[in-house]
């Protein structure tokens, strides 16, 4: 079982930054792929990028491509997500995912474990 918490959204103004970290309970925590997705109101939730259980691969989906970069702390339980550059349109609650395979993942089936997100809202 795996227990996540998000911390780090807020309210930023076009073109700022955030860093959103998620920290991870229990021991296993390098066992699992990590993502990140959000949902804006009134959309799905979507996939914005994920890390292998080493750091070694990472995905950024295209739409965040170049703007945000997703790492991990494995001695820390903790997978962060620097989002530079941000857009109106990056509004949206935030949530961190696990799942058990090592690999990257990029579907919500494909997560076993969530956090209860945090919300990031940019101003234009």
């Known amino acids: 079982q795996v227990q996540l918490v998000e911390s780090g959204g807020g309210l930023v103004q076009a073109g700022g930054s955030l860093r959103l970290s998620c920290a991870a309970s229990?021991?296993?925590?390098?066992?699992?792929?990590m993502g990140w997705f959000r949902q804006a109101p009134g959309k799905e939730r979507e996939f914005v990028a994920a890390?292998?259980?080493?750091?070694?691969?990472?995905y950024a989906a295209h739409s965040v491509k170049g703007r945000f970069t997703i790492s991990r702390d494995n001695a820390k339980n903790t997978v962060y997500l620097q989002m530079n550059s941000l857009k109106s349109e990056d509004t949206a609650v935030y949530y961190c995912?696990?799942?058990?395979?090592?690999?990257?993942?990029?579907?919500?089936?494909?997560?076993?474990?969530w956090g209860q997100g945090t919300q990031v809202t940019v101003s234009s």
């Open positions: 229990g021991r296993t925590f390098s066992s699992y792929g």
């Open positions: 995912a696990a799942h058990r395979s090592r690999g990257l993942g990029y579907a919500l089936y494909e997560y076993d474990y």
């Open positions: 890390i292998s259980w080493s750091g070694g691969s990472t």
